[in-house]
């Protein structure tokens, strides 16, 4: 029972245009979400996080949404550039433990 | 700075052969510690977590096992290993309380 999801498991976008990540949960009972970048053959490295009781944080090129009443949560990424190619995780968290989607990989196109 | 160890980066073994897998976390104490896996195209699966020495939880059935020995020191072993243990294993640790996860370089094991 994956309680994360995921649903696009890739995304392709032009440098310069804006990267529109998506994510969706199934309990409502999570303190905090959050959004890693992953490269090949590399531990994942943590982006950006939002807790439940805010609906957007915003740290640079990158904002995450939350909309609780749909369980979605988004990461922007304004504008995409080149380097932001990877893979992206999105993971919730309650009580010690890390739930994470299956992630979604995106291309950024020079 | 805290900073997190695991070796071997990548392991090729034998169906049938043992693991250990050894993380280390560096400027930090007390930290929950985690195990994941990657499949191939799939994402993370938490295998594994503890909130101190000697306290495992297991998430998943399966022929692998965790330990924790030390403060900072997590391990995964396994006895016999599957063809379907191959994957990307990635150990990660938090401070308790908070909700950010920072992870360690991964290893690499393929199961031959």
Partial sequence: DQQVKQNSPSLSVQEGRISILNCDYTNSMFDYFLWYKKYPAEGPTFLISISSIKDKNEDGRFTVFLNKSAKHLSLHIVPSQPGDSAVYFCAAYNFNKFYFGSGTKLNVKP | ?112
Wanted: hydrophobic residues 35%; aromatic residues 10%; positive net charge.
């Fill in chain 2, 1 to 112: 700075s805290q900073t997190i160890h695991q070796w071997p980066a990548t392991l090729v073994q034998p169906v049938g052969s043992p693991l250990s897998l050894e993380c280390t976390v560096e400027g930090t104490s007390n930290p929950n510690l985690y195990w994941y896996r990657q499949a191939a195209g799939r994402g993370l699966q938490l295998l594994f977590y503890s909130v101190g020495i000697g306290q495992i939880s297991s998430e998943v059935p399966q022929n692998l096992s965790a330990s924790r020995p030390q403060d900072r020191q997590f391990i995964l072993s396994s006895k016999k290993l599957l063809l379907s243990d191959s994957g990307f294993y990635l150990c990660a640790w938090s401070s308790r309380g908070t909700d950010t996860q920072y992870f360690g370089p991964g290893t690499r094991l393929t199961v031959l």
